[in-house]
Structure formats: structure tokens, C-alpha cells
């Protein structure tokens, strides 16, 4: 799932940058300057999103960039993130699935060495729009 939340970014003394979300508790990390701040932020975000998700819990509300407040030389950026890539790098897990074909059907793709498995994955793949890129958030 694709979602978009908007990061308070502040500068720090020491040249870091911390990142906090608002709207979803618990969400903060830090980066070197403001483009780690930014990709770090889009690990985190993604991160806590998956969690939320896996657990069934209801997503927060994403607030408009124009209602949440900044203070000094803080400044916001929205950040963007895609689960998808988290839920294919951690449920990578295998599932037995049990399935009916013709005789004559095994018969013939055993006989050219066909993986099945490898069928049945490019076919649902197909079938779901997924694509293999493994592009982060």
C-alpha cells in the first residue's frame, strides 16, 4: 500500500537532523544531514506502517502539511513509502498450497521439467499486477 505522511524535520547542533511524524506515535529517527534525514525517515515510516498493518491495527489519518505546526528552524516534508517492498522482504516466508490439474496436464509439463511452483508465482504475479522490482518505500 502506498501512503504519505508529512515529516517535522529539525536541524540539530551537531549537523544532524532528527525526524518526527506527528501524526503516528513513535515514529522518529535521525540522519547525518537532511538527505539521510529523508531516507531514513522513508525506512522508518515504512516500517511502522508494515508493523501497523501486520497487527491489524487501523492506520492513523494523515494530517494535511498545512495543520501541523513547526517551531524555529524547523520544517516539514511529506514522505511518501510503499509497504509492498516490506511485506515482500519480511513474509518471504513459503506456503504449501495444494492444487488439481488434468493427468494429462502434469504428465506433459513434468515431462518438459516445468517448475510449478515457479509457474504458479509468475502467474499470480500476473494476475495481481505485482512486479519484481524491489524498490524501497
Known amino acids: 500500500m502506498k501512503y504519505a505522511y508529512t ?24 540522519g547525518n544531514d537532511v ?40 520544517f516539514k516534508s511529506v514522505v511518501a513509502v510503499d509497504t509492498e517492498f516490506y511485506h515482500r522482504f519480511y513474509s518471504n516466508k513459503l506456503v504449501k498450497k495444494t492444487l488439481n490439474i488434468p493427468m494429462w496436464l502434469n504428465e506433459q509439463a513434468v515431462r518438459a521439467g516445468l517448475n510449478f511452483s515457479g509457474i504458479l508465482q509468475d502467474a499470480l504475479k500476473a494476475q495481481l499486477h505485482i512486479g519484481d522490482g524491489t524498490t524501497n518505500a
Open 35 to 74: 538527505a539521510d534525514a529523508v531516507y531514513m525517515a522513508q525506512d522508518v515510516l515504512c516500517l511502522a506502517l508494515y508493523d501497523m498493518e501486520q497487527d491489524g491495527e487501523p492506520l492513523p489519518e494523515a494530517s494535511k502539511p498545512c495543520d501541523i505546526k513547526t517551531l524555529g528552524d524547523q
Open 7 to 30: 515529516a517535522v524535520l529539525t536541524p540539530e547542533d551537531n549537523g544532524m537532523v532528527s525526524v518526527d511524524f506527528p501524526d503516528i506515535k513513535g515514529c522518529y529517527t535521525s
